[in-house]
């Protein structure tokens, strides 16, 4: 029930548009309401009728009580009482008139609507549109209404869609069929991705004739990875090595459309494999979720902050965390305070996933326990940014989230002249004031590298991970120095947020899993719940690894530009080239 009204508008009588006949039919197809000549604004006056039903209602219970209690006939009735009985009939009328029959009326309602959407996949020449003066628009005899302005002119109509196909196009673009549902009233994905990608191509003027639609799972991203999809996007994976880490050669799959990235990461993985290949450490393992609760005081939030850091009942806290969730288990509970806010930073273990719906579950668990004991806990978000999650935070940096990996190699000093074109000193050099005083004085966070986010970011798309956690993912700090007498250099980069997973998201699709395959790392490990996704954080410190040798040496050999020049720029004329739209 509407609780703002406005007042009708008066009917337009627009040749262009309506007929006569039709002017009238949109001006009287909606009758006037009775709440629209009440006395006071609608709110009101339903706050009225409530207040008087309760209130008599309670009058005349507390007065038939007394009559019990005295042995007084219920049937002598006092003018008082008499009024009360009025007042309490005609409010329950009113409730009863308002609300009960509106509500039997949204069920009448809903039934037409599903007769009509029922209808019309029986019969298309009837299509529900939004209301225009409460009436159906028929597409046989009536024009449709003006198309949203383009610059663009609209595409031809694809002629090998199924004529079925094209009415249920057709009432896509005319709003009788939302978009989001087509999967759910079709049975195939495949066909809901094709009809809503016409009409999208309809409605907007503009060709997607590019974006690939066939050949792709539609079935296999339902409900876990991508709505309303009408295409898929192609990116070349290349890659780079073998990677000689901890005694394993792995070939990385790095799916990226920048030009000599892979060519770069693999002659890093080179000068590693010829030098001993390079060892991993993953130091810490844990994701992490903080909701933010409030309390009327700072005292009183501060009290919760002694009970949840207090050692003796972190094994209670432990085991409600863990109750519903079989491969979570709790690690530590921090909190910090703003105030009367305060922020509660969750850390579990989550097995080959990447773990961020099992961390959340458990901190769930946690908060509906923590009811019994703080009542006056509000809990104001289940994530309070203190986690923090696809941000660059200090906390990711110092405290670490996901897996925390430190990976180092030793680079003889004949190969670094040989295959990487300069010398252990220049680069000693050079990763002193690019990567550790030129990050300080842009203020950096996390970023003392050259590039660790063009791997990182590479590899995540091509295993099928969240590309958005690349932003924590990528905080790394590169380390050079010469040993052996100044003959070998030892390259260390230390990751502390390495946030993967082999199990769930995109890891399931074809393509991705594929990859994975590829390392070594599918799906759960059947040895170690784990293992599996801090092998791949350890791939990712390794590649990165690789591709911090190779662009340092790069910028220190001055080949920076004759390389890019080279490998990522096209020769291939296409000032010919025309754009379809």
Same mark, same amino acid.
């Given at each position: ?36 000549? &009440? ?79 029922t209808n019309d996949f029986e019969d298309h020449r009837l299509v529900t549109c939004p209301p225009r003066g409460g009436r159906r628009l028929d597409l046989e005899r009536d024009p449709p209404p003006p198309p949203i302005v383009s610059v ?58 590019? &974006? ?31 990677? &000689? ?15 000599? &990235? ?7 993985? *080179? ?33 919760? *902050? ?30 910090? #305070?703003?105030? *009367? ?43 309070g940014n203190f986690c923090s999650d696809k941000k660059p935070a200090a906390v990711n940096w110092i405290e670490g989230r996901g897996k925390s990996v430190v990976c180092e190699a030793v680079i003889k000093g004949e190969i670094v002249n *040989? ?25 950096? #966070? ?136």
């Amino acid at each position: 029930m509407d609780i703002r009204r406005r007042p009708p508008k008066p009917p337009v009588n627009n040749p262009n548009r309506f007929s006569n006949d039709d002017d009238q039919r949109r001006t009287t197809t909606i009758p006037p309401k009775a709440s629209d000549a &009440l006395p006071l604004p609608l709110y009101l006056t339903n706050a009225v009728f409530f207040t008087l039903f309760f209130s008599v209602a309670y009058y005349l219970l507390h007065r038939w009580r007394d009559k019990i209690r005295y042995n007084t006939p219920l049937h002598v009735v006092t003018v008082t009482e008499l009024g009360a009985l009025i007042a309490l009939v005609a409010s329950f009328i009113y409730l009863l008139g308002f609300f009960g029959i509106d509500f039997v009326q949204s069920f009448i309602s809903r039934a037409d609507t599903n007769d009509t959407d029922t209808n019309d996949f029986e019969d298309h020449r009837l299509v529900t549109c939004p209301p225009r003066g409460g009436r159906r628009l028929d597409l046989e005899r009536d024009p449709p209404p003006p198309p949203i302005v383009s610059v663009a002119k609209s595409p031809i109509p694809d002629p090998t869609l199924p004529e079925e196909d094209e009415e249920i196009v057709k009432s896509v673009i005319h709003g009788a069929i939302p978009s989001y549902s087509l999967e759910s009233r079709l049975g195939d994905c495949k066909r809901a991705a094709t009809i809503r990608r016409e009409a999208l191509q309809r409605i907007t003027g503009r060709s997607i004739e590019g &974006l690939p639609l066939d050949g792709f799972d539609y079935e296999s991203i339902l409900g876990q990875c991508c709505e309303m999809p009408v295409g898929y996007v192609q990116i070349p994976v290349g890659i780079a090595g073998p990677l &000689l880490l901890d005694g394993y050669e792995y070939s990385v799959p790095m799916a990226t459309t920048e030009g000599c &990235l892979v060519a770069s990461t693999n002659r890093g993985c *080179k000068a590693m494999y010829v030098s001993g290949g390079a060892t991993s450490t993953v130091v810490k393992d844990g994701m992490t979720r903080a909701p933010v609760v409030r309390f009327a005081s700072a005292r009183r939030a501060s009290e919760l *902050k002694f009970f949840l850091e207090d050692p003796e009942n972190f094994d209670t806290l432990a085991v409600v965390f863990n109750r519903s969730i079989r491969f979570a288990r709790l690690q530590s509970v921090k909190c910090t #305070l703003a105030g *009367k806010n305060a922020y509660v930073r969750f850390s579990c273990s989550t097995g080959d996933a990447m773990g961020m719906n099992m961390v959340s579950k458990g901190v769930q668990n946690v908060l509906e326990f923590l009811t019994d004991d703080f009542p006056d806990m509000d809990v104001i978000g289940i994530s309070g940014n203190f986690c923090s999650d696809k941000k660059p935070a200090a906390v990711n940096w110092i405290e670490g989230r996901g897996k925390s990996v430190v990976c180092e190699a030793v680079i003889k000093g004949e190969i670094v002249n *040989k295959v990487l074109k300069t010398s252990v000193a220049a680069l000693v050099e050079l990763n002193m004031l690019k990567n550790l005083t030129g990050s300080a004085v842009a203020g950096s #966070l996390g970023g003392f590298n050259a590039h660790a986010s063009n791997i990182v970011s590479a590899v995540f798309i091509a295993t099928g991970q969240d590309p958005a956690q690349n932003v924590e993912s990528s905080q790394c700090i590169t380390m050079m120095e010469a040993i052996n007498d100044g003959k070998d250099i030892h390259v260390s980069v230390t990751m502390p947020s390495i946030e993967v997973g082999t199990v769930g998201g995109g890891t399931q699709l074809a393509s991705q899993s594929a990859c994975l395959n590829l390392l070594g790392v599918k799906g759960a490990s059947t040895e170690s719940p784990g293992m599996n996704s801090r092998r791949l954080a350890t791939i990712v410190a390794g590649a990165v690894l690789a591709g911090e040798l190779s662009l340092m040496s790069a910028i220190a050999a001055g080949q920076l530009v004759k390389s890019h020049m080279k490998y990522n720029r096209s020769s291939r004329d296409i000032s010919g080239a025309t754009t379809t739209t």
